[in-house]
């Protein structure tokens, strides 16, 4: 992913959706199956919710899932998609600046899968807000690439990398409300754009937010 820092987030976020990614997997994200798996349906939010995939499954499960991302085409084609399911009630989609505000309201489990840039994006910022919109007991789970992929390791800033330790650091959350469930790193088959098929890394951090 080439990309010049500087760019408007926005305008970057609508051609990527425009040009390069213009339809969706139709599969949710697997580390989220194995944690959702543990949890009682609630609220959920996803945080640059892309094409709907994660969210679409959530409400699958039960859960009553929003999914916000910047990008208006993914938004759209992500209502598209759970108005084809019959899910609009339990899947709903917003276009958002996380950069500049969260959606409104508290949840029992909020996501950020990939939620990573080239161009701007105040990551740390939006993942101690997320800390602080769960609602008691409630969860989030963070899951990002720990390093760009070897079939294009020079194409990606490294500085959009963090670290086990750099995503709870992000959350910020008081010491008293965090439940550390799991901060590790976890592998993946992913193929390659030449179809070779190579193990990547993610970081896996699941929180607790504490009853009082
Ligand atoms: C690397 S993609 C990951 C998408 C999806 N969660 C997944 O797992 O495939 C990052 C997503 O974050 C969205 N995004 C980037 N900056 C954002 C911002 N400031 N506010 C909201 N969404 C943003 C992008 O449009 C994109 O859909």
């Known amino acids: 992913m080439i990309s010049d820092p500087q760019q408007d987030p926005n305008a970057f976020w609508e051609e990527f959706y425009r040009t390069k990614r213009t339809t969706s997997t139709g599969r949710a994200t ?4 194995r944690i959702a798996a543990g949890l009682t349906p609630g609220l959920a939010l996803d945080l640059g919710a892309s094409h709907g995939d994660d969210v ?12 916000c991302d910047i990008s208006e085409t993914a938004v759209a084609r992500a209502r598209a998609r759970a108005a084809e399911l019959g899910l609009e009630q339990q899947a709903q989609f917003e276009r958002c600046d996380l950069s500049v505000a969260l959606p409104e309201g508290e949840f029992d489990l909020i996501t950020a899968l990939y939620l990573q840039s080239p161009v701007a994006l105040s990551r740390a910022a939006i993942l101690s807000q997320a800390f602080g919109r769960l609602r008691p007991g409630g969860h989030l789970l963070v899951l990002s690439h720990a390093a760009p992929p070897p079939w294009s390791p020079e194409a990606t800033p490294s500085t959009i990398f ?13 010491a008293a409300e965090l439940e550390v469930i799991a901060a590790e790193i976890v592998t993946r088959l992913a193929r390659g ?4 098929e190579e193990m990547l890394e993610d970081n896996l951090v699941l929180v607790r937010r504490r009853t009082a």
């Open 30 to 33: 697997a580390a989220l199956h």
């Open 56 to 67: 679409i499954w959530l409400a699958q499960q039960g859960w009553l899932a929003r999914g």
């Open 162 to 174: 963090p670290t086990v330790g750099e995503e709870l650091a992000a959350m910020d959350a008081p």
């Open 193 to 196: 754009p030449d179809g070779r």
